[in-house]
Antibody
C-alpha cells in the first residue's frame, strides 16, 4: 500500500526555522516525483513545487521560489520542506503528494499544519 | 500569470446534476484533473486527464473538455458529495497550477 507519512503539527514563532518531512513507503521512492502543496486557512490549494527523488532536481513554483527549500534523502525515502525564517503568513496546512507521469496527484499525505504566531 | 478560473460556489439538490467548470487558456493543450476535498481531509482525485475516472470513484462523477473549459459533472448528487472541488493543470512552462476551488453545497 502506497503511503506518504508526514511529520506532525508545528507551532513556531516568526523568524524561526522549520523543516517538515514526508516519508514514502509501499513503492519505489525514486520512481515518482513528490510535490508540495500549501493550503492557507479557508483557502484553496497552491502548488509550491516538485522534487525529483531520482536526481534531487527541483522545480519551484514562481510564487515560492526563494521562500522555501525542498530536498530529499533517498536513503530514507523522505522528502523535506524547509523555511529559514518563518512568517505569520506561512501559517497553513502543507501537503506532500506523489505525482504521476500525467501531471496529477495520485496519492496525498495527510498534511502538516504549521502555525506561526508570536 | 496563468490562471484557472472556477466558480466560487455551486448549490444543488440531492438527485440533481451538478456541473462545475474550470477555464484556462492552456486547457486545449493540457490535461485537467479534478480533486474532491472534504473538511479536514486531504484532497482525492476524482477525474484525471480531463475525463478518466480512477478506480473506486463512483460512476456519477464524469469529466469533459471543450476548448478552454473543462467541466466536472456529478450526476445524481448525494449528500456525501458536498465538498470543495479543485481543478488542476499545467501551464506552458510546466508549472503546475490549481483553480481557486468550488464549494459545492447539497441543499
Amino acid at each position: 500500500e502506497v503511503q506518504l507519512v508526514q511529520s506532525g503539527a508545528e507551532v513556531k514563532k516568526p523568524g524561526e526555522s522549520l523543516k517538515i518531512s514526508c516519508k514514502g513507503s509501499g513503492y519505489s521512492f525514486t520512481s515518482f516525483c513528490i510535490g508540495w502543496v500549501r493550503q492557507m486557512p479557508g483557502k484553496g490549494l497552491e502548488w509550491m513545487g516538485i522534487i525529483y527523488p531520482s536526481d534531487s532536481g527541483i522545480k519551484y513554483s514562481p510564487s515560492f521560489q526563494d521562500q522555501v527549500t525542498m530536498s530529499v534523502d533517498k536513503s530514507v525515502s523522505t522528502a523535506y520542506l524547509q523555511w529559514s525564517s518563518l512568517k505569520a503568513s506561512d501559517t497553513a496546512m502543507y501537503y506532500c503528494a506523489r505525482l504521476t507521469g500525467y501531471d496529477y496527484v495520485e496519492y496525498w499525505g495527510r498534511g502538516t499544519l504549521v502555525t506561526v504566531s508570536p | 500569470s496563468y490562471e484557472l478560473t472556477q466558480p466560487p460556489s455551486v448549490s444543488v439538490s440531492p438527485g440533481q446534476t451538478a456541473r462545475i467548470t474550470c477555464s484556462g487558456d492552456a486547457l486545449p493543450k493540457q490535461y485537467a484533473h479534478w480533486y474532491q476535498q472534504k473538511p479536514g481531509q486531504a484532497p482525492v482525485v476524482v477525474i484525471y486527464k480531463d475525463s478518466e475516472r480512477p478506480s473506486g470513484i463512483p460512476e456519477r462523477f464524469s469529466g469533459s473538455s471543450s476548448g478552454t473549459t473543462v467541466t466536472l459533472t456529478i450526476s445524481g448528487v448525494q449528500a456525501e458529495d458536498e465538498a470543495d472541488y479543485h481543478c488542476q493543470s499545467v501551464d506552458s512552462s510546466g508549472t503546475w497550477i490549481f483553480g481557486g476551488g468550488t464549494k459545492m453545497t447539497v441543499l
